[in-house]
């Protein structure tokens, strides 16, 4: 990236403070889907794991409102590795450069669309020439519980990105109230985004709001 464009274009240096509200779906991955699904860049592993899906809309950021779906994989504690974004799309210009130069997220510009009825919202994503889209049903009635980055351990929050021969190492701080998820269901995922609905969904929650702190993340060249 020119100094030019560095200059120009990314003016809003972290931290970064976020205000929103998201939806966080926790998948169990069998071997063979991890297999299946090596272009999306997850982490290999022989016995399966977690990761969480997250589908967020921030209301109020540097850079202004934008939406965003990210994959954050959760490697093993045994393999002694830091989580990672391997793939994540946002809705604006702004937030895909600042994304990228500043914490190495391989952020990706994507169109977000949005339908909301009753408890149920729908998202329909669309990257290049492909559409995909999410359904999520949240309860009528759901206790909400409270959730502070603060009483998780550090080792927990640690994210590990590699772009452009860098090293990007940071930790999100983040406090809201969460409430227990229905249901989620994806279609036509195809090349775009692994499909979901072939891995076990485990309990989800939906996040009426939250608020975000992106810290300076420190960066060391290959």
Same mark, same amino acid.
């Given at each position: !990236? ?8 990314? *003016?809003?240096?972290?931290?970064? +403070? ?26 290999? =592993? ?10 967020? *809309?921030?209301? &109020? ?10 994959? %954050? ?6 393999? *002694? *590795? ?8 946002? =809705? ?20 977000? &669309? ?17 559409? !995909?889209? %999410? ?31 860098? +090293? ?9 109230k969460l409430s227990k998820l229905k249901q989620a269901s994806w279609k036509n995922t195809l090349e775009i985004f692994p499909d979901f609905s ?25």
């Open positions: !990236m020119s100094e030019e464009l560095t200059t120009t274009t990314l *003016r809003h240096h972290p931290p970064w +403070h976020l205000q929103g509200d998201a939806f966080i779906l926790n998948y169990w991955l069998t071997p063979n889907f991890i297999k299946s699904n090596q272009a999306f860049q997850l982490a290999p =592993s022989p016995l399966g794991r977690v990761v969480q899906v997250m589908l967020v *809309r921030y209301q &109020e950021s540097p850079v202004g409102p934008y939406d965003e779906l990210l994959i %954050l994989d959760h490697p093993l504690m045994s393999k *002694r *590795r830091l989580s990672s974004i391997p793939k994540i799309y946002v =809705s604006t210009e702004a937030s895909m450069l600042h994304g990228q130069h500043f914490w190495g997220i391989p952020k990706q510009l994507a169109q977000f &669309e949005w339908l909301i009825k009753d408890n149920v919202v729908y998202c329909n994503i669309s990257f290049g020439q492909q559409d !995909m889209s %999410l359904c999520l049903q949240k309860y009528k009635h759901s206790k909400a519980f409270y959730i502070n980055s603060h009483h998780i351990p550090t080792r927990l929050l640690g994210i590990h990105q590699t772009w452009q021969g860098l +090293h990007y190492q940071f930790s999100p701080q983040f406090r809201g072939q891995a076990k969904y485990l309990q989800s929650f939906y996040v009426p709001e939250f608020r975000l702190i992106l810290p300076t993340a420190k960066i060391e060249k290959k």
